[in-house]
């Protein structure tokens, strides 16, 4: 099993719908949770970083659910600017490494 | 703040020759370094991890005489392909964190060909 899963998309929404992401980890002991958003052959921008008790930033709202080692990205009344990738990146513990998932490709459709 | 920079952007050099790519923490003093390299529709993979004054940890199957890191300094390191080969051609991405935070920024990247 990979470490880090994401399913690759592409996910094809139309304006205004609402998508979210999983990525699933296989370390237990992985300590910090991140989503980044990569736009063609740019580099990954960090969205957010995903805390125990979830979060929010405007349209976006990420979780943690440690018992079923999952992450999940929401996106709430989509705009054609969210088409990106979006990656999640995993840090273990004490080391401050990132483990990247190989991300989901978002569409936002007119 | 806590900008990244990486030189060159794009270089395109024959099978055999080397490349050095720089990067740099252009507001900030980065306590670790990071060098990943991503293939068309692959995700980051972790090359190795460079801490300034030190040498750097290289992950599984990276070779370490292949792909040589300097962290001379804590806004400056280096990566350089030696004898490069048109299976080294992607796009390389430094990311630098600061003290002990555990937030990566990245650097711009580097498309490397190589013909």
């Known amino acids: 099993r990979k470490e880090v899963e994401q399913d690759p998309g592409p996910f094809n929404v139309p304006e205004g719908a609402t998508v979210a992401f999983n990525c699933t980890y296989s370390?237990?002991?992985?300590?910090?949770f991140f989503w980044y958003r990569q736009d063609c052959r740019k580099e990954p921008k960090l969205l957010m970083s995903?805390?125990?008790s979830g979060n929010e930033d405007g349209r976006f709202t990420a979780q943690l659910n440690r018992a079923s080692q999952y992450i999940s990205l929401l996106i709430r009344d989509s705009k054609l600017s969210d088409s990106a990738t979006y990656l999640c990146?995993?840090?273990?513990?004490?080391?401050?490494?990132?483990?990247f998932g190989t991300g989901t490709r978002l569409k936002v459709l007119a | 703040g806590a900008v990244v920079s990486q030189h060159p952007s794009w270089v395109i050099c024959k099978s055999g020759t080397s490349v050095k790519i720089e990067c740099r923490s252009l507001d900030f003093q980065a306590t670790t370094m990071f060098w990943y390299r991503q293939f068309p529709k692959q995700s980051l993979m972790l090359m190795a991890t460079?801490?300034?004054?030190?040498?750097?940890?290289?992950e599984q199957g990276v070779e370490k005489d292949k792909f040589l890191i300097n962290h001379a300094s804590l806004t400056l390191s280096t990566l350089t392909v030696t004898s490069a080969h048109p299976e080294d051609s992607s796009f390389y991405i430094c990311?630098?964190?600061?003290?002990?935070?555990?937030?990566?920024?990245f650097g711009p990247g580097t498309r490397l060909t190589v013909l």
């Open positions: 990311s630098a964190r600061e003290g002990m935070s555990r937030e990566q920024f």
């Open positions: 460079s801490n300034e004054g030190s040498k750097a940890t290289y």
């Open positions: 370390n237990s002991a992985s300590q910090s």
């Open positions: 995903v805390y125990s």
């Open positions: 990146a995993l840090g273990g513990s004490g080391t401050y490494k990132y483990i």
